[in-house]
């Protein structure tokens, strides 16, 4: 067994060895071990580096609250995470931890030369420090802050994990496992009540498992707990252990992460790392317990110096002793029990200094009996020891004057500087806080929740009190759901009762501008620094958090907020009331990404649509691009081609005899009632009235401000029934927007909304020959300029298929779009595409779409506009109807700047040398002019054109359809182009290809 | 997350299934043209932005889709109350009595 | 997976101890949308409609999923489709609405076994309490719109739009096995 490790004590399995590394070096702990206990086992106290002052540093504490203890946990490829706190990480055979914030070696760390340099570190020195001179931010400060801040090192690798997550819904959630919550659970677990007790440890008991000595209800703790923990299974309490609830949200929904494979050996198959539980409960119990504050003073963080309360915990529930011959440090009677317990499990506690003048009867007679000196009324100011504390320097302290020191010889300092309710959860909620001078703390008062607080948390000390509160806590919540629980009262023997007293940092006798007396551990701010924040002008408890960085560390300041506020309200001559304290924000713990990710990561990272025809695509060697949530086919390179070389075969096959394309993704609509045409009137700015059942128009949507919001081709499939078509991307928007009109406006309306957008598979051909094509498969209709001319639509059957049959062009060719229902969609595509060989049928993707629909000059919503455009500017009066009484957006276009002159247009640009423009950018009137330059515009749409033979580009500028022919010039980082400004319209203005 | 009740579901359900749209109560003229410049400046872009309750419309998007009205007070995020679009704005007195 | 959801023959797509994800047979789907006295409708269809959101009709093999103050969904067999549309063809006169066929738009998952609840919770924010047993409701799964028909204490239908469907199959087939490993 090794060293440090008390037979017969502890929960631990010292029947089951349990190997693990610690920066390369192989040690042996036992089954229930964590990495901090299975360490202190082997009398290794030095665990890291400080991270501003690379320090040498210890575990403090034995818990979720441990500031210095940070380390590494590898488990093979891209399974490595920084900053796990080794008093929470549970070993397993074959664990990899490694230490931090060092370099070369934990024990030799070439950073500690800022220790000695710490006058460089003090509070607000980012601010001061690296100020001048300023050319030397980039070179020097900048990349000397960057070596030396953050914590461990991040991950490289992809994380390999499965992360998960849930919602939970119950009528009790109790956050804390130990007496109190035990106690509430046990109280409202009646009459069906859905009661969740959820702890952070891999066992519930909470301060049970640090106290076996006391008696419930005649029987000895841990026997109780066991009793217990199954009587709350057995009444269908669910227990979740190594489950932390990291945040309180609006209406008692508490986020909860559970770790589920950290602490095993073997990764089980199909079992997250991690779940994140949202849970909504009707009634909260926060029973968080009381967290042990340090004492303040110089070299209280050196490795070996922790909290009594800490000692006592690896004694009892890790039968580990962390010295053999402790001193103990301490302002509250707890410390003296984990005084007596290391005693009696072999310690030879060399003193307990305590500051108070005086302490119970009891407890001196206990010290007496077991030889142990003690020495009241004194304080610490030093103590010794490189990488390990030898020595404590304590002195009599009289009448407020510290008197000379001594040294007592130690290899541990046990300190208690007293306790803190744990309010974290409590002030989540946004619940308010009492100052209570006795405790010298804050406790709970009022919440806007659902919510109570129960036992330490609420400031009580001792088993039987909290126990007995923990079930009046569980009857009260459970009155709150209607039942009516029986009342329960619980006797506790051997409880350890305790008070203590609250200090600022310790009296000194050393100069105070020399003590490093640490307030913070994990950020490093000492007393002195929180004193010089306040010289220096600090007021408010958060500019002295903020310039210090006080509580900002990942522990979120569960030490230090107390013991910090003390000093600063001390240093500003203030009770602390008065001057308050900082914001507990969540997360309570570090939480990793992957929790808060979940499931959404990788290809489920989010919904990826895809349409009845994209199989087809890949299969075909498309190469795809994101449109909305959409992914359609980009284009479809053959063997050799870049994507230019793809388009331009894609483009010059359409115009020259058929293309093939998947238009599936765009929004559709049904619009079916009585009131349909009074519906599209209102909402478009097109006229509908006249438009005959049967054919089709080009519609386009406006907000009300007077600017283009969408648009598509928009077929009337009977007296009261259209057929809409949105952009791809604006479908979802465009069905809410006519619903809200629809709902809110104009509720006397008998018509109706029916997404139609995935009932469809939608095939696109265009080119000379696609009437020929079509002509073959169709029945129903036939395909002729006088039978289905130009803007038609009818409901056919085409290859056996019904179908909805438009008649439409966004390339300038015959074009037609057929609807079949979507699951046809695939074997439509097909047999138009077996049918379309003997046209030597092209399947193009969306980047030929636009470039075949900016040589006609139709938009592209999203692009060619940008929220500011309206029709006019666009080039589309004819599409504004104007003998309508009202349509959304008819106001909005009469607006004094909609009217102005001046507005930017669309228009076409060709540029001078023929190169090919780049969307997006700037354009001038006048290139000679001083910078910065007056930008009038900017090119919206740029590509090469076949048909044109030379590139082509849409752009808005400022007066555009006044300035025909004009130039203009376009500013790139090596030269100025210009472009003259032309019509939209660059193929086929006469629309002379339309006719079959 | 916070809870909404739907006044068409007649349910109290997680925010998730719902959208914002909006101050409530900002009814689209009869007759647009008729309008002044200001008139439909006010109407387009001017909006409240009290600390305290406020008069919102949330949509039951993943549900029942309707939209309707809420008073929810901005500092607490606590709803008020919710009812059915075309339903007359609550006295905001008798809303806030039994408040803390 | 490239595949689309309709190209899968009904079948078991996901299973374990605990939970099965299947595909069901392809039926009529229809958005009916009508307010006021729906007697003449009630009359067309067969059924009488239920009028509180989340409650359930049923006439033969026809059933009726009332979504919103004037909105249901209708599934039956494929070809009783034409017949329906039909028959309330018939009453539009009386009582205009509108019937739009949207079998092509969604596919309906079967899920089932003691764990089906739980594999819920996956994705649903809302309370599965909230919804009986033999009752449905239009949810927020996984963030995307789909109906919900809770066909017994563990059983449930899901609809769910195409593209969106290897998305949410992706999601629930991890559940049906993390639940797996869970009850190990």
């Known amino acids: ?996 | 997350m916070l809870l909404i009740h739907c006044p068409y579901c007649e349910e109290t359900l997680p925010e998730a299934e719902f959208t914002y749209a909006g101050q409530a109560h900002v009814i689209r003229p009869e007759n647009p043209s008729g309008q002044t410049d200001d008139q439909w400046e006010e109407f387009l872009f001017i909006r409240a932005n009290p600390k305290g309750p406020h008069y919102e419309r949330w949509r039951h998007f993943h549900g029942c889709g309707r939209f309707f009205n809420a008073v929810r007070d901005t500092v607490s995020d606590k709803f008020l109350t919710t009812y059915k679009a075309g339903a007359p704005r609550p006295d905001l007195s008798s809303l806030t009595e039994g408040l803390k | 997976m490239n595949a689309p959801i309709s190209s899968f023959t009904p079948s078991v797509l996901a299973e374990s101890a605990v939970a099965r994800v299947s595909l069901a047979a392809p039926c009529a789907r229809l958005s009916l949308r009508a307010r006021g006295d729906l007697a003449p409708l009630n009359a067309a269809l067969g059924l009488t409609l239920p009028t509180r959101i989340g409650q359930r009709a049923q006439s033969g093999e026809s059933q009726a999923l009332c979504l919103g103050p004037d909105e249901w969904m209708l599934h039956a067999p494929e070809t009783l489709a034409a017949g329906m549309q039909a028959a309330c063809d018939e009453v539009y006169g009386t009582l205009p609405h509108s019937l739009v066929d949207v079998s092509g738009r969604e596919v309906t998952f079967v899920l089932d076994g003691p764990r089906a609840v739980d594999l819920l919770t996956l994705g649903m924010p809302r309370n599965p309490d909230s919804i009986a047993v033999g009752e449905g409701r239009r949810i927020n799964f996984d963030g995307v719109t789909v109906l919900l028909w809770r066909d017994g204490e563990t059983a449930f239908r899901m609809d769910v739009w195409h593209s969106f469907a290897p998305h949410l199959l992706h999601l629930l087939g991890t559940g049906v096995a993390e639940l797996a490993a869970e009850a190990a």
């Open chain 1, 1 to 996: 067994m090794s060293q440090f490790r008390v037979a017969g004590k502890g929960r631990v399995d010292t029947g089951r060895p349990v190997t693990f590394t610690f920066d390369g070096k192989s040690y042996k702990g036992v089954q229930g071990d964590t990495v901090a206990s299975a360490l202190l086992a082997n009398g290794v106290h030095l665990m890291g580096r400080s991270f501003k002052y690379h320090r040498p540093r210890g575990a403090v504490a034995a818990g979720s609250e441990e500031p210095n203890a940070l380390v590494g946990t590898r488990r093979g490829k891209g399974r490595f995470e920084p900053n796990t706190r080794a008093t929470v990480q549970e070993i397993w055979q074959g664990l990899e931890t490694t230490s931090q914030n060092k370099y070369p070696s934990l024990k030799w760390d070439i950073g500690a030369v800022n220790d000695a340099a710490y006058m460089l570190f003090s509070a607000g020195f980012y601010y001061k420090t690296f100020m001048w001179p300023k050319n030397f931010w980039h070179k020097v400060y900048e990349p000397f802050i960057r070596a030396a801040a953050g914590l461990g090192v991040s991950p490289t690798e992809e994380d390999p994990d499965h992360y998960a997550s849930r919602y939970l819904h119950c009528d009790v959630l109790i956050v804390g496992a130990g007496p109190s919550g035990l106690a509430a659970a046990r109280a409202a677990a009646v009459d069906g009540l859905k009661v969740v007790l959820v702890d952070e440890n891999p066992e519930a008991g909470g301060t049970l498992l640090s106290e076996p000595q006391a008696q419930i209800d005649g029987k000895p703790a841990w026997d109780w707990l066991a009793a217990e923990v199954e009587a709350l299974k057995g009444l269908g309490v669910r227990i979740m252990t190594r489950t932390t609830a990291i945040g309180y949200y609006h209406q008692n929904m508490i986020g909860m992460v559970e770790k589920l494979t950290d602490h095993l050996p073997e990764l089980p198959a199909d079992t997250p790392r991690e779940r994140m539980w949202r849970v909504r409960a009707g009634q909260v119990v926060l029973a968080q317990g009381a967290l042990e504050k340090p004492l303040v003073f110089h070299g209280n963080d050196r490795p070996g110096v922790m909290l009594a309360g800490s000692a006592q915990t690896y004694l009892n529930r890790y039968g580990v002793l962390v010295g053999k011959k402790p001193v103990v440090l301490t302002a509250h009677d707890s410390a003296w029990y984990a005084a007596f317990d290391l005693a009696d499990a072999g310690a030879r506690v060399q003193a307990i200094v305590d500051t108070r003048d005086t302490v119970r009867e009891d407890l001196l007679a206990a010290a007496q009996d077991r030889g142990i000196k003690v020495k009241l009324a004194h304080t610490a100011t030093g103590t010794t020891g490189r990488l390990r504390v030898n020595s404590l320097r304590v002195n009599p302290v009289k009448g407020g004057t510290v008197g000379d020191g001594y040294t007592i010889a130690c290899d541990a300092v046990l300190m208690s500087g007293g306790w803190t309710p744990s309010l974290h959860l409590f002030s989540h909620t946004k619940g308010s806080l009492t100052w209570d001078d006795d405790l010298t703390t804050f406790l709970p008062k009022d919440t806007p929740e659902d919510c109570v607080i129960a036992g330490a948390s609420r400031g009580l000390w001792g088993i039987e009190a909290v126990l007995n509160d923990g079930a009046e806590k569980g009857r009260e919540v459970a009155a709150a759901l209607g039942k009516a629980p029986a009342t329960m009262a619980y006797a506790v023997e051997a409880d350890r009762p305790g008070t203590g007293t609250t200090h600022k940092e310790l009296p000194t006798d050393r100069s105070p501008g020399k003590a490093k007396a640490f307030v913070d551990y994990q950020n490093d701010v000492t007393a002195k620094d929180l004193r010089l924040a306040v010289r220096e002008g600090m007021r408010s408890i958060e500019h002295v958090k903020r310039y210090t960085t006080n509580g900002m560390a990942t522990d979120q300041g569960k030490m230090s907020n107390i013991n910090g506020l003390n000093i600063a309200a001390d240093a500003l001559g203030k009770k602390q009331p008065q001057v308050g304290l900082t914001t507990f924000r969540p997360p309570y713990t570090p939480t990793s990404f992957g929790a808060f990710a979940g499931y959404h990561r990788g290809e489920h990272f989010e919904v990826t649509r895809k349409t009845q025809i994209d199989g087809w695509a890949e299969e075909n060697g498309a190469v795809f691009e994101p449109v909305g949530q959409w992914r359609r086919a980009w284009y479809f390179p053959k063997a050799g081609e870049d994507m230019d070389a793809a388009v331009r075969r894609e483009c010059v096959a359409t115009r020259k005899s058929l293309g093939i394309f998947d238009a599936s993704t765009l929004g559709k609509i049904e619009v079916k009632g009585p009131d349909a045409v009074e519906f599209m009137n209102r909402m478009y700015t097109n006229p509908w009235t006249k438009l005959a059942p049967g054919r089709c128009r080009y519609g386009l949507l406006c907000g009300d401000d007077g600017f283009i919001r969408d648009d598509g081709v928009i077929g009337r499939l009977s007296d009261d029934c259209f057929h809409v078509t949105t952009t791809t991307g604006g479908a979802a928007r465009v069905l809410n927007m006519m619903e809200d009109y629809l709902q809110t406006e104009w509720p006397d309306l008998n018509v109706w909304l029916t997404s139609t957008t995935e009932q469809w598979s939608t095939v696109a051909l265009n080119g000379p020959n696609a009437a020929k094509l079509l002509g073959g498969l169709v029945e129903g209709v036939e395909l002729t300029d006088e039978t289905f001319p130009h803007m038609s639509c009818v409901e056919c059957t085409v290859a056996g298929m019904p179908a909805r049959l438009f008649r439409i062009s966004f390339t300038g060719e015959i074009g037609f779009e057929v609807n079949v229902p979507a699951p046809m969609g695939r074997k439509l595509w097909e047999t138009l595409w077996e049918a379309g060989q003997q046209y030597g049928i092209c399947a193009y993707g969306t980047e030929t779409m636009h470039v075949l629909r900016a040589e006609k000059g139709y938009i592209i919503v999203g692009q060619d506009t940008d929220g500011t455009v309206t029709p006019y500017d666009a080039g589309m009066g004819w599409a504004v109807g104007k003998n309508k009484p009202d349509f959304v957006g008819m106001r909005g276009l009469a607006r004094p700047d909609l009217v102005a002159p001046g507005r930017k247009q669309l228009v076409g640009l060709l540029t001078d040398d023929q190169s090919r423009l780049e969307e997006g950018a700037q354009i001038v009137f006048d290139p000679n002019q001083p910078v910065p330059m007056k930008m009038v515009g900017h090119v919206t749409s740029s590509y090469h054109s076949d048909a044109v033979g030379r590139p082509i580009a849409l752009a808005l500028v400022e007066g555009g359809h006044d300035k025909m022919g004009e130039t203009v010039h376009i500013p790139m980082p090596d030269r100025t182009i210009a472009a003259k400004i032309t019509s939209t319209i660059f193929v086929d203005p006469e629309n002379a290809r339309l006719k079959i």
